[in-house]
């Protein structure tokens, strides 16, 4: 983490005995239930026990899932998108689709997800015309952190605010490049059978809401779409939660860092009707930080412990998403930004010079005809025979 988040720790844990003696109004546990959203498996989020009526028709049949039911739709193995989180380093996965496109072997996608800065990303990644690619490169290349967020002020801090900042700027700017247009797009898109989701975490519920955004769109309500994108991106603590439905969200990877479009169903599924697809994720961070000693400081200990939790989502994530594509019968393949890129520690800095470079090392690694991995990295989380059994499985 950089100095820009561990200022904004420092000042959360400051204000924070202060702002205990402030009151907030109390709210009442909302039961409303979800019209377009389910849970990663496809249940229902206020009856998980239950599949999700979003998606009755999808698992009707013994052994099928949403996958199986689009590879019956379109008589071929899907293709399957997935864009993590990562704040300002969504300029890598915007660098990566474009050089990706500009190789010829960018697939056109039948479902996409995406998760905080990844949801951001996942509404031109799933259209995917180079006039969509422009608006990628200029979310994430022309931007700044002004164009994100802006200070509350200390008056707000201490009337009981519920985060450090205001997203109002990242609002105007999801309402920029999502329009009516957009929608429209989309909506068509999901009438020949092609899916788009975004996750978010409901915490008052303590779940991961995914949202299919297709039948949003198809409803048109871009109110709710664009309200779903901002509660996705809403990074906890720094940014406001968005309520919907009197429900309370934050960013997506606060509970996971990735969602791949139809994993759920009730029973395993049965192997692909036409052969494997593939699933493409792409991780909007680095697979491997380099030790350094943390120097013991409130603000240094309290970004840094952040730090270490968000990476351990993603890399939970990742295997759980990689086994996932296996019991699908799908290739897994997956990319993140290299090491030596230098992107800096703090994902909230919206800093145009590590914004680019990020875009950049995405564009570059894109060209390469080795840029894929077919595995999750191993971080010690599994034992060795594990591994071994995901290696002689590739």
């Known amino acids: 983490m950089g100095k820009n988040t561990i200022l904004i720790f420092s000042a959360f844990f400051a204000v924070l005995i202060l702002t205990s003696c402030a009151s907030s109004p109390e709210r009442t546990l909302s039961d409303k239930a979800p019209a377009f959203a389910t849970l990663p498996n496809g249940y ?38 997935s864009l993590s989180g990562g704040g300002q380093n969504g300029a890598f996965g915007a660098g990566f689709l474009i050089g990706w496109r500009e190789t010829g072997r960018r697939p056109s996608f ?17 259209l995917g015309t180079p006039a969509d690619d422009v608006k990628l490169k200029e979310m994430y290349t022309q931007v700044t952190k002004d164009d994100i967020y802006k200070d509350i002020g200390i008056i707000n ?23 009516a247009a957009e929608l429209e797009r989309v909506a068509a898109a999901s009438a020949k059978n092609r899916i788009l989701v975004v996750g978010t975490t409901n915490i008052d519920y303590g779940q991961t809401w995914v949202w299919n955004m297709s039948l949003i769109a198809k409803a048109g309500d871009l109110a709710l779409y664009r309200k779903v994108l901002l509660a996705s991106a809403s990074f906890p603590i720094v940014f406001p939660p968005v309520e919907i439905d009197g429900h309370l969200f934050v960013d ?42 943390l120097r013991r400081a409130l603000g240094d200990v309290a970004a840094t412990t952040v730090g270490v939790m968000m990476d351990q989502s993603m890399q939970t994530a990742l295997t759980r998403s990689y086994f996932g594509s296996k019991f699908l019968g799908y290739n897994f393949k997956m990319v993140a ?44 989380d599994l034992p060795p025979w594990v591994w071994d059994a995901i290696k002689a499985n590739k």
Do not use: C
């Open 252 to 293: 997506g990877a606060a509970r996971s860092n990735v969602v791949v479009p139809g994993m759920g169903g009730t029973t395993k599924p049965r192997p692909p009707l036409f052969g494997p697809g593939n699933v493409y994720l792409i991780d909007n961070g680095r697979l491997k930080h380099p030790p350094e000693a």
């Open 337 to 380: 930004i290299p090491d030596d890129v230098k992107i800096g520690k703090d994902p909230l800095a919206f800093d145009p010079e590590q914004m680019q470079a990020a875009f950049n090392s995405g564009l570059a690694l894109a060209k390469r005809s080795d840029s894929w991995s077919s595995s999750p990295p191993n971080v010690g």
């Open 44 to 81: 229902d989020p206020l009856n998980p026990t239950q599949p999700s009526a979003l998606y009755a028709a999808a698992v009707s049949k013994a052994g099928d899932n949403v996958v199986r039911h689009l590879e019956r739709k379109h008589g071929r193995p899907l293709n399957i998108l």
């Open 157 to 179: 801090l201490l009337s009981g605010s519920d985060s450090l900042k205001d997203t109002a700027p990242l609002y105007v700017l999801i309402s920029k490049y999502i329009t």
């Open 110 to 126: 039948d479902a996409v997800g995406g998760v905080s800065t990844g949801a951001l990303l996942a509404t031109h990644a799933f």
